[in-house]
């Protein structure tokens, strides 16, 4: 009997032992992968040490990244301005196919679907389409499709897809800090900022090192299960300021020979690169480097059409053209995939990429399955990671728009395959056909040389494959415009920079919609924008803001904080086709900022909302506007 006693025992602490070993070996086998996307903001391919091209930026950690990864060469935004390429990253999908081709998601009109544009003057040949202006939150989403894979979630900085209920607590993240929507960051990089809800720790703070040190916090945090960490940079958009101790370093560095020469924008670029430092020495001392892939990659080309230091913030030469152009350098911009044990360090790959591979790349190294009926433009590019045979099918920009910065053309779609690059111009051409230019990237990277006139039958197969991803994808295409008059039409104007150059704009560019006024226009008066605060001086009579606000209905509040250095009488008023007109008187105190909150109360909705300042020689400064209906708010934040 003690003998089998002995025996159960044994075999008892030999089971015991085995399911031991078995807990351990099972503890011992690596978690999946941690993700770390950093996506910076308006960085040109130019505008880091990578490729070789800057004398006065310094990007020490970005090169350090490099070092641990592989590096991009040929890789593209799916559009040359920033929500559309945010979006194809979160989907996979083109800007086409999701109908989301301009930055308008901060704008108070929720508009889910792109749809025909109605009109264009008569000087245009084209009727540019109407983007949607939110990311829907029924797509199968990068951040849902991870999240449902076990993974904590989190994304920190810039959204501009949307706020609320389409913010990225909606579309499949965790956490979102500063939870902001803005096109923008809110006011300043450098504290004091307007965040709601969301102060500096302490004066002076600059906003990437805030981020950094919160996205650090989430990685300790979740550091024992895989994390999907998105740190959208703020960096490097407007508006442009920097600490200013970074600013007084560069000064005696710049060459003004160089177009690269603004001081400010080099500061901001080291404190984008510091951010980037920090993600890194986090993952280093917590020992999870090894099994953390990170992306690196930037929305659009840099920022040739503003002013900062009396010069323009960047240049992206050797290439074409910047951010909101169809040129290269609206769209070729900086990558680096990192992923120890996985990726050799300090390669580097001439492969053909874009944003919309990111999402089926992922996948594909995590082993997950695309959602049914999900559809990809992208393509999984993890066998150019691994070094293996790779070909890229040919892909394609569309952008329908032309915003009037350096070196824009009208409404477009580009594509390249192996070294070449069609443009087609939408209805430019003799009888509003198609006008088209080809270049051969591998012997004219500055797009100097257009070949179509040479090659007819290269033109002809590589827009019969644009004709065929337009039909595929469904999208919504600019229109011949039946009341183009030749008469008026002025071809002299295209490529030429009509933004940003702050001199006095007439009432034609002064139609064109600013993107730092967030969807509001200045009427009769010019303005400037500086540490956060708008600036209006009345040019003629009646000056004012306007800004189309049907989405607001009755019983809206409009809260805003603004100063009149001799005070005066302004008022609010609101039209629509349907309803009598609407206003609403407000006063002034003399140099003192006023905090004003009106209720404007119209029979359906607001319409054309304007806002009327006092005419004053001294102009008037505004720091913040809101406007607020229920569940739908505008804040504007300067």
Not at 40 to 65: C, E, F, M, V
Not at 413 to 427: C, G, V
Not at 529 to 538: E, R, T
Request: with cysteine; aromatic share 8%; glycine share 6%.
């Amino acid at each position: 009997m003690a003998r089998l006693l002995n025996l159960t025992l044994t075999l008892t602490s030999a089971f015991a032992l085995t399911l031991s070993s078995s807990a351990a070996e099972k503890s011992k086998q690596p978690q999946k992968p941690n993700i770390v996307f950093i996506l910076a903001d308006d960085l040109g391919w130019a505008d880091t040490t990578l490729y070789g091209h800057s004398k006065l930026y310094q990007t020490p950690n970005i090169q350090r990244l490099a070092k641990r990864g592989m590096t991009f060469t040929r890789a593209y935004s799916a559009s040359p301005l920033c929500s559309p390429t945010r979006a194809s990253i979160l989907t996979g999908q083109n800007p086409a196919r999701i109908g989301l081709t301009a930055p308008t998601c901060h704008l108070p009109l929720v508009k889910l679907h792109a749809s025909p544009g109605k009109s264009a003057g008569p000087g245009q040949k084209a009727i540019q389409p109407e983007s949607a202006s939110r990311l829907r939150t029924d797509l199968p989403t990068l951040g849902k499709t991870i999240k449902s894979a076990g993974y904590a979630t989190a994304h920190f900085g810039k959204w501009h897809l949307g706020i609320a209920p389409f913010s990225p607590l909606e579309q499949g993240f965790d956490i979102d800090i500063p939870h902001w929507h803005g096109p923008g960051p809110a006011g300043n990089f450098v504290a004091p900022w307007k965040y709601p809800d969301f102060d500096p720790q302490h004066p002076k703070q600059h906003i990437e090192d805030r981020m950094a040190q919160e996205a650090s916090a989430f990685i300790e945090k979740h550091q024992d299960r895989p994390f999907f960490l998105n740190y959208w940079m703020f960096s490097v958009h407007a508006p442009f300021n920097a600490k200013e101790e970074l600013i007084e370093k560069y000064r005696p560095l710049i060459d003004p020979k160089n177009p690269q020469r603004s001081p400010t924008y080099a500061a901001m670029i080291e404190s984008m690169d510091d951010a980037v430092g920090t993600l890194l020495d986090t993952l280093d001392r917590l020992k999870i480097t090894d099994n953390t892939i990170i992306i690196f990659f930037s929305d659009n080309g840099g920022n040739m059409y503003d002013i900062v230091d009396e010069t323009s913030p960047t240049s992206n030469h050797p290439l074409r053209g910047g951010k909101a152009s169809q040129f290269e350098g609206g769209i070729r911009v900086p990558m680096i995939v990192s992923w120890p044990g996985q990726i050799t360090p300090e390669s580097t790959s001439d492969a053909l990429v874009q944003s919309t591979d990111f999402y089926p790349t992922l996948l594909d190294i995590l082993s997950l399955e695309k959602a049914n009926g999900q559809i990809f433009d992208g393509v999984s590019i993890l066998p150019a990671l691994k070094e293996q045979e790779f070909s890229h099918p040919p892909i394609f920009t569309y952008f329908p728009h032309n915003p009037p910065v350096p070196d824009w053309i009208p409404p477009s779609i580009s594509i390249h395959h192996n070294q070449w690059k069609l443009i087609r111009e939408f209805h430019q051409g003799e009888n509003l056909a198609h006008r088209y230019r080809l270049f051969d990237l591998s012997r004219d990277l500055g797009e100097k040389h257009n070949l179509a006139p040479q090659q007819p039958k290269l033109v002809e197969r590589l827009d019969a494959k644009i004709e065929t991803f337009l039909k595929e994808s469904k999208a919504i295409l600019p229109l011949p415009n039946p009341k183009f008059d030749p008469a008026k039409y002025q071809p002299e104007l295209e490529g030429q920079n009509r933004v940003g150059r702050g001199k006095k704009k007439s009432r034609k560019q002064n139609d064109i919609a600013d993107p730092k006024l967030q969807g509001w226009k200045a009427r009769n008066a010019s303005y400037s924008i500086k540490n956060g605060i708008l600036s209006l001086k009345a040019t003629q009579s009646d000056p004012f803001l306007g800004i189309g606000a049907k989405q607001f209905k009755k019983n809206t509040r409009l809260t805003l904080r603004l100063r009149s250095p001799l005070g005066g009488k302004g008022k609010v008023t609101w039209a629509n086709e349907t309803s009598s007109p609407g206003s609403l008187p407000f006063s002034l105190r003399t140099g003192e900022w006023t905090n004003l909150t009106l209720t404007l109360r119209p029979k359906t909705d607001l319409g054309i909302l304007r806002l009327h300042l006092p005419k004053t020689e001294a102009p008037i400064e505004i720091d913040r506007l809101s406007l607020n209906s229920g569940k739908i708010t505008l804040t504007s934040e300067f």
